[in-house]
């Protein structure tokens, strides 16, 4: 059974930083390309960072500014998301997805085998 758990999200002051995590299960993981994304409400989703089967091909959403970094730990089927100086416009959820043939589809987000469920990322001032 395929799983992709996520956790690490919570609430946190403006300024602030947190470490999302994503273990996958039932598929592997060594050969998918992994991705964050999130969906505040009322808006759309957005990639927020992808990152490459050995994690050298990595590549951020334009809102990242440097803020953010994405990593993988192949040993432990797990990819993670450093998160510092948040702000309040990063409240959303969350959300870890894999896929296994396109960066480029993953990028858009549109071509994603597995989703997880999500976490909940609130930043206040």
Same mark, same amino acid.
């Given at each position: 059974?395929?799983?992709? /758990?996520?956790?690490?999200?919570?609430?946190? $002051?403006?300024?602030?930083?947190?470490?999302?995590?994503? %273990?996958?299960?039932?598929? #592997?993981?060594? *050969?998918? =390309?992994?991705?964050?994304?999130?969906?505040?409400?009322?808006?759309?989703? $957005? %990639?927020?960072?992808?990152?490459?089967?050995?994690? @050298?091909? @990595?590549?951020?959403? &334009?809102? *990242?500014?440097?803020?953010? #970094? @994405?990593?993988? &730990?192949?040993?432990?089927? #797990? *990819?993670?998301? $450093?998160?510092?100086?948040?702000?309040?416009? &990063? #409240?959303? %959820? =969350? =959300?870890?997805?894999?896929?296994?043939?396109?960066?480029?589809?993953?990028?858009?987000?549109?071509?994603? &085998? =597995?989703?997880?469920?999500?976490?909940? /990322?609130?930043?206040?001032?």
């Amino acid at each position: 059974q395929v799983q992709l /758990v996520e956790s690490g999200g919570g609430l946190v $002051q403006a300024g602030g930083s947190l470490r999302l995590s994503c %273990v996958a299960s039932g598929f #592997t993981f060594g *050969v998918y =390309y992994m991705a964050w994304f999130r969906q505040a409400p009322g808006k759309e989703r $957005q %990639v927020v960072a992808a990152i490459g089967w050995s994690g @050298i091909l @990595i590549r951020y959403g &334009d809102f *990242v500014k440097g803020r953010f #970094t @994405i990593s993988r &730990d192949n040993s432990k089927n #797990t *990819v993670y998301l $450093q998160m510092n100086s948040l702000e309040p416009e &990063d #409240t959303a %959820v =969350y =959300y870890c997805a894999a896929e296994s043939l396109s960066f480029s589809s993953l990028m858009r987000g549109d071509g994603v &085998d =597995y989703w997880g469920k999500g976490t909940l /990322v609130n930043v206040s001032l």
